[in-house]
């Protein structure tokens, strides 16, 4: 019966550190399972950087790009912001690039999202309801840098 009590403790030991411990491949999603939307409806991408006032609309073919750069990601659900970022990488946040990126489907508004570069992203709904926010784990090279360059200089 003592075997059993220590086996029940040990076990609810482990997962109690493991919620505190990061393992990779575990608590870690891609950016399909979260289901924020379906990929293959979106027919409208705009994209501002760093908050200026200039919108910038992609072809379809941009569009697939940076769809394509969402699924590179894993994504770990945080409680705020600065928990996306180390010691280090805080005082380069200011010089990131921040990108607000509204979504539509046949001309209806899907939601916007917020990617700071390759730290963490948001996705709003509903302006009303609370948002969670992903660190983005694995820091993939992101195309929405280049794709946002060359659209804008056309």
Do not use: C
């Not at 009303?128 to 926010?133: C, G, P, S, T």
């Not at 992903?134 to 992101?142: H, R």
Request: hydrophobic share 35%; glycine share 2%.
């Amino acid at each position: 019966m003592k075997k059993v009590y220590i086996l029940i403790l040990s076990l609810i030991g482990i997962f109690a550190l493991s919620s505190l411990i990061y393992f990779p491949g575990l608590k870690v999603k891609s950016f399909e399972e979260l289901g924020w939307f379906n990929k293959e409806k979106i027919t409208y991408l705009s994209i501002n950087k760093n908050n200026d006032n200039e919108y910038v609309e992609l072809t379809a073919e941009d569009i697939q790009k940076v769809l394509n750069d969402f699924s590179k990601m894993e994504l770990q659900k945080i409680a705020r912001e600065s928990d996306a970022f180390d010691s280090d990488s805080k005082k380069t946040n200011e010089e990131s690039p921040k990108y607000v990126i509204d979504l539509k489907e046949n001309n209806q508004d899907i939601g916007t999202i917020y990617l700071n570069d390759t730290n963490y992203i948001k996705f709003y709904q509903n302006s009303k309801e609370e948002v969670d926010i992903y660190k983005i784990v694995n820091n993939p090279d992101l195309e929405i840098h280049s794709v946002f360059a060359s659209a804008r200089n056309k």
